[in-house]
């Protein structure tokens, strides 16, 4: 743990509500972020900032990396979508998972409800939403 944020959820049984996971980081430069208008938001202007689909994207890919050795089994729900703002390429964002919420589903597994963000450079939010995951609890 560093800073209050751990690397790693722990088994459901472990998860606290108030718990910080770091999803890492990452930027998208102007060149990749070109190529995504083109062929996903075109009209979109890059002068803009990042369009909301990349942003999403971006988000997706950290989770995706960060969660793969979890115990999470499912992720069965990813909703209130929110866009605050669309930060240039080349702009750092951190993304981080805050636990809201558990709720046991008998002795073996349980759903963790979190908030997932992304932050700037200067620690402001560009996106959030929240989640919906079913944990396997510590096996015996």
């Known amino acids: 743990m560093q800073n209050g944020v751990r690397r790693v959820p722990d088994y459901f049984d472990e998860v606290s509500v108030g718990q910080v996971v770091s999803l890492g980081h990452a930027a998208v430069d102007a060149e990749m972020a070109d190529r995504f208008i083109t062929a996903f938001a075109p009209g979109w202007s890059l002068e803009?900032?990042?369009p909301d689909a990349l942003i999403?994207?971006?988000w997706s890919k950290l989770d995706a990396q960060a969660s793969a050795p979890w115990p999470?089994?499912?992720r069965v729900a990813t909703d209130a979508l929110r866009f605050a703002r669309n930060p240039g390429p080349g702009e750092l964002l951190r993304g981080r998972m805050t636990v809201l919420g558990k709720d046991p589903v008998g002795e073996t597994k349980g759903i963790v409800l979190a908030?997932?963000?992304l932050l700037d450079e200067a620690g402001r939010l560009?996106?959030?939403c929240l989640t919906r995951?079913?944990?396997a609890c510590r096996p015996e």
Do not use: N
């Open 48 to 50: 803009q900032g990042l």
């Open 56 to 58: 999403y994207a971006m």
């Open 72 to 74: 999470q089994t499912k």
């Open 115 to 117: 908030q997932h963000d």
């Open 126 to 128: 560009v996106f959030s």
């Open 133 to 135: 995951s079913v944990f």
